[in-house]
């Protein structure tokens, strides 16, 4: 049943192939992140057989239904106190930024007879997750490698997703820096010093990154082929791995502006409207539950995306080719939010192919 998400399997299996292997050429390896999908295991599969040997995800649930699966899990947000049980259970490592979290972590690991691993956050500008202070990371670093709980994996950073401050050379060598620093402490060198997501990957193409990172944890550019600080198209990718079929139930003409007084929406803004006369409109199934308008693009090129509400989605077809009518499918190839809202919403069917 409609609306439907089409997952190509093999164009993601190529992306994955063609991005890890521009990775390993600067001897970074990848961590996949699966949260754009809800961590369905069909798709991290697929992650897998391309030759990825860690997942992310900031869900444990998500992490929780990849345990089929032959690869190390990451939980990539700071864990709540309220999940560590599950963390221990579910994830191999976290990324961490509380002495007071990590010290929960021990404890549950210690009743569990495990070792989970801590990556430990420095926050390089974007004021998202991570220690600003320096020195405080450093003692972080060396009280955590004390406990025997938990193992101190490495250090990590997160850039571009709220703050969107770019990575750059010398965001970089901070890293690297911080790395040598704890290194030197602890007496023995980091696993992993992981330097991003796929915004920094344009760093990587463009200047290289500093030797001392080892790991990006990728999602967008493995499912899209995008780095993220200007979506260039990386080499040998595919953008059509997901795209969502809706079915119309309604075509009428209709006038392009309202008639009445015209109220505000749901956020307190008052919508515009463009006269463009009477015009073909076709109403599908589908809508802000489902997909994200701003992140999908019609395949028909000649139809207007007039707008969205929670469940319809308003086209002006006027100026298609295709004379729609009621029981016709849209198409439209999903980016990073509406394949995220599809993957969350109950009423979106996936089929693999
Ligand atoms: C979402 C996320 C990623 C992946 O980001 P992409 O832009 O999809 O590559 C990496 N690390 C953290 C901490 C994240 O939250």
Redesign the pocket.
């Known amino acids: 049943m409609y609306p439907i998400v089409y997952v190509n399997k093999e164009h993601l299996l190529e992306n994955v192939r063609s991005v890890t292997a521009l990775c390993a050429t600067q001897n970074i390896e990848v961590?996949g992140?699966t949260?754009?999908f809800a961590g369905d295991p069909e798709i991290a599969r697929i992650y897998v057989e391309g030759g990825i040997r860690r997942l992310?995800d900031?869900r444990v649930e998500n992490l929780k239904q990849l345990q089929g699966l032959d690869a190390e899990k990451w939980l990539?947000?700071p864990p709540m106190i309220d999940e560590i049980e599950a963390l221990v259970a579910y994830a191999d490592a976290s990324?961490n930024s509380e002495l007071e979290t990590i010290q929960a972590i021990n404890d549950a690991a210690l009743k569990a007879e495990k070792v989970h691993n801590v990556i430990l956050?420095v926050d390089l500008g974007d004021i998202r997750?991570g220690f600003i202070d320096h020195d405080e990371l450093v003692s972080v670093a060396i009280e955590t490698e004390k406990m025997r709980g938990v193992h101190l994996y490495g250090i990590?950073v997160?850039l571009?997703?709220f703050s969107f401050v770019q990575s750059d050379k010398e965001k970089m060598s901070v890293l690297s820096e911080l790395a040598e620093v704890i290194s030197n402490k602890i007496g023995r060198k980091l696993d992993i010093v992981s330097g991003?997501?796929?915004?920094t990957l344009d760093l990587m193409l463009k200047d290289g990154i500093p030797g001392e990172v080892t790991n990006l944890?990728?999602?967008?550019?493995?499912?899209f082929g995008k780095e993220?600080a200007h979506f260039t198209f990386l080499p040998d990718t595919h953008q059509d791995v997901f795209t969502l079929a809706c079915q119309i139930v309604e075509v009428k003409e209709k006038p392009s502006v309202p008639w009445g007084e015209i109220g505000v929406d749901s956020y307190g803004n008052s919508p515009t409207f463009i006269d463009r006369g009477i015009r073909k409109k076709a109403i599908c199934a589908i809508g802000k539950q489902d997909f994200d308008v701003e992140t999908s693009t019609a395949i028909d090129q000649d139809l207007i995306v007039l707008g969205a509400s929670s469940d319809h989605l308003m086209l002006d077809v006027t100026d298609c080719e295709k004379a729609y009518k009621v029981g016709d499918i849209i198409e439209f190839q999903l980016g990073?939010f509406s394949t995220m809202r599809a993957y969350t919403s109950k009423y979106v069917t996936k089929k693999y192919f």
């Open positions: 961590t992140v949260k754009v992310g900031s990539i947000r990324l956050m997750e990590g997160n571009t997703c991003g997501n796929s915004a944890r990728l999602g967008e550019s493995l499912l993220r990073y």
